[in-house]
């Protein structure tokens, strides 16, 4: 079994940054794909960014891309999540989510549903 932490969410200004963080323990963090979703208020829950298991392939929704980079740490079991030039429509319920997946080359962003570990999730609020 693999449990899922998040950290690093909060209020913070448009335009400014964050770092989140996924902190996993109870099994072999190395075979397991990452992925980074949110869900706003009314919204349904959007992927916004992946990573396969060693790293080498990584998804980002189209919304994100250029702002946010997702990051493996094996030494400490974490990914990161860092989300730069934050704006108000980013403001959302930030889930890690994971499923094994030593071989895939694709994360499977557009494929919440073969997440099977998720955290409990971190609010992040950007307001002015």
């Known amino acids: 079994q693999l449990q899922l932490v998040e950290s690093g969410g909060g209020l913070v200004q448009p335009g400014k940054s964050l770092r989140l963080s996924c902190t996993a323990s109870?099994?072999?963090?190395?075979?397991?794909?990452i992925g980074w979703f949110r869900q706003a208020p009314g919204k349904e829950r959007e992927g916004v960014s992946c990573i396969t298991s060693g790293g080498s392939n990584v998804r980002y929704t189209e919304a994100v891309k250029g702002r946010f980079t997702i990051s493996r740490d094996h030494a400490n079991n974490r990914v990161h999540l860092e989300m730069n030039d934050l704006k108000p429509e980013d403001t959302a319920v930030y889930y890690c989510a994971a499923f094994p997946g030593p071989f895939m080359i694709d994360c499977g962003l557009s494929r919440p549903g073969e997440y099977n570990y998720w955290g409990q999730g971190i609010q992040v609020t950007v307001s002015s």
């Open positions: 109870g099994s072999t963090f190395r075979a397991y794909v």
